[in-house]
């Protein structure tokens, strides 16, 4: 049983800053690779960023230098920091586990195991 709950979506303006956050209740937490999908309206789920249980990460090319994965094994939460947002950053944001590595590398949205209901992100002027 896995269960997914994000939380920290709203609007922000072009620029600007947000940090959303993924509380897992997985048992085996410390052995998934979580990650980060987004969709914007009429568009494909796409993969943001991810990180594996050792510490390794990949991101998107469009968001990396901006976005920052982490994850707090004692929380069993899973965060993401998002700077210098873009208008194309716009998107239902989605939290997501898998126990592959080569799952989350390539983070592929038919890969992930589990998912949650995803966040709501804007960008405002």
């Known amino acids: 049983q896995v269960q997914l709950v994000e939380s920290g979506g709203g609007s922000v303006q072009a620029g600007g800053s947000l940090v959303l956050s993924c509380v897992a209740s997985?048992?085996?937490?410390?052995?998934?690779?979580m990650g980060w999908f987004r969709q914007a309206p009429g568009k494909e789920r796409k993969g943001v960023a991810s990180?594996?249980?050792?510490?390794?990460?990949f991101y998107s090319d469009s968001v990396k230098g901006r976005f920052t994965i982490s994850r707090d094994n004692a929380k069993k939460t899973v965060y993401l920091q998002m700077n210098i947002l873009k208008p194309e950053d716009a998107a239902m944001y989605y939290c997501?586990?898998?126990?592959?590595?080569?799952?989350?590398?390539?983070?592929?949205?038919?890969?992930?195991?589990?998912w949650g209901q995803g966040t709501l992100v804007t960008l405002s002027s």
């Open positions: 997501a586990a898998v126990d592959t590595y080569g799952a989350c590398e390539t983070r592929s949205a038919d890969s992930f195991d589990a």
């Open positions: 997985i048992y085996t937490y410390k052995t998934y690779c």
């Open positions: 990180m594996y249980r050792d510490g390794t990460t």
